[in-house]
T-cell receptor
Framework: AQTVTQSQPEMSVQEAETVTLSCTYDTSESDYYLFWYKQPPSRQMILVIRQEAYKQQNATENRFSVNFQKAAKSFSLKISDSQLGDAAMYFCAYRDYGGATNKLIFGTGTLLAVQP | ETGVTQTPRHLVMGMTNKKSLKCEQHLGHNAMYWYKQSAKKPLELMFVYNFKEQTENNSVPSRFSPECPNSSHLFLHLHTLQPEDSALYLC??????????????FGQGTRLTVV
């Protein structure tokens, strides 16, 4: 069974600085998708960034980028120029390619605090 | 607002009560999901519906009963719950199993407390 592990329960970063959140996963599949979701205090889960496993190029969305290491099964999220609004719980998630149920498997999350 | 609406936002119920959680999406999605979010645990997938058919039941106790009358609506019927069932229940929707690279859209959840 696939698993997703986030080893950092909490992280803190100064405003305007850069922070990296770690995620590792375990799967025997070769094709899959990886996602980072953000959950602010409003509880709404919002997609931050996604990565297709067959793409070697790391995904980037404005201040958010990933470091995808397929062989190491690692998928870290880098937040540059951190802003107060980035404070939230961040979840790493995995989805099989072509799975019948299309389900997302989540890690335990990393709570990010942004210090002014 | 992501297009997925959950009601109620908060619910307190006794162990002998029967209540229902409602989820609604008008995004044209074909897959809907129930997740349970407890403190310090990964989000637990409970049920998946694709095109109104249940395709996943992740060993959920029978005191949780899902219902999907159409692709836009999903219910979670609750009865004789236990205090350990207190959690945030999240509903999500996505394009479905034919589009695995698309994101899932989540509702704001129902905070359930069982007393």
């Amino acid at each position: 069974a696939q698993t997703v592990t986030q080893s950092q329960p909490e992280m803190s970063v100064q405003e305007a600085e850069t922070v990296t959140l770690s995620c590792t996963y375990d799967t025997s599949e070769s094709d899959y998708y990886l996602f980072w979701y953000k959950q602010p205090p409003s509880r709404q889960m919002i997609l931050v960034i996604r990565q297709e496993a067959y793409k070697q190029q790391n995904a980037t969305e404005n201040r958010f980028s990933v470091n995808f290491q397929k062989a190491a099964k690692s998928f870290s999220l880098k937040i540059s120029d951190s802003q107060l609004g980035d404070a939230a719980m961040y979840f790493c998630a995995y989805r099989d390619y072509g799975g019948a149920t299309n389900k997302l498997i989540f890690g335990t999350g990393t709570l990010l605090a942004v210090q002014p | 607002e992501t297009g997925v609406t959950q009601t109620p936002r908060h619910l307190v119920m006794g162990m002998t009560n029967k209540k229902s959680l409602k989820c609604e999406q008008h995004l044209g999605h074909n897959a809907m999901y129930w997740y349970k979010q407890s403190a310090k645990k990964p989000l637990e997938l409970m049920f998946v519906y694709n095109f109104k058919e249940q395709t996943e039941n992740n060993s959920v106790p029978s005191r949780f009963s899902p219902e999907c009358p159409n692709s836009s609506h999903l219910f979670l019927h609750l009865h004789t719950l236990q205090p350990e069932d207190s959690a945030l229940y999240l509903c999500a929707s996505s394009q479905g199993s034919r589009a695995p690279n698309t994101e899932a859209f989540f509702g704001q959840g129902t905070r359930l407390t069982v007393v």
